[in-house]
């Protein structure tokens, strides 16, 4: 919980802020996100959580607010003071990771003729979609790019390994997570297994 979160990093329970009782009984504490700064969701104990039933929401995270309901219960407003800044050792541990340092993503050529060729423009520009990519649509282009490499995986003329290994690669410089990241190219892998394409010699 927060105040063990607190405790764990030497610092005071930040409670002078705007507060909302859930309808189950917790609490949603409201602050004001730096200036300019795209912080993070996190879930609770996750992998990336903050501590045990600690979740936060940033950009593009959603929260119940005050007068609405669930199962009968409802959300109040449990203190009302206007809406802290975060503290400043929060904001640091909802900062993404930097991202490394980005190269160009390429499967290098074992054939030097057309066949080979057009795969390996496939390869690329399939790679190119994730990266170039809008901020709010690697997801979806991922899972576009290996539905179109799936296709290929499943007529043979592609290593599923090695294209899952640049796809990741690819979802990974642009601040994907690994877990999300695999999950999308396996379902997408197999989508495009059902429209087996090959590549005429």
Known sequence: MLD?????????????????????????????????????????????????????????????????AFAGESYTVAQHAPVAPLPVWLAELLRPAPLPPQRPVTVPLTIRDRRGKFLNAAVNGELARVTGSGEHQHNNALYIASVALGQLVAGGELDAYEVAERLAEAALSVGQGEREARRTIASGLRAGANRPRTVAA
């Open 4 to 68: 063990l979160l607190c405790e764990r990093h030497s610092q005071p329970f930040p409670d002078d802020t705007y507060r909302v009782r859930t309808w189950s009984g917790g609490t949603h504490l409201y602050f004001a996100a730096p200036e300019g700064e795209a912080l993070r969701n996190t879930a609770g104990d996750s992998a990336r959580g903050l501590g045990w039933k600690v979740d936060t929401r940033a950009v593009g995270g959603l929260v119940v607010g005050a007068g609405s």
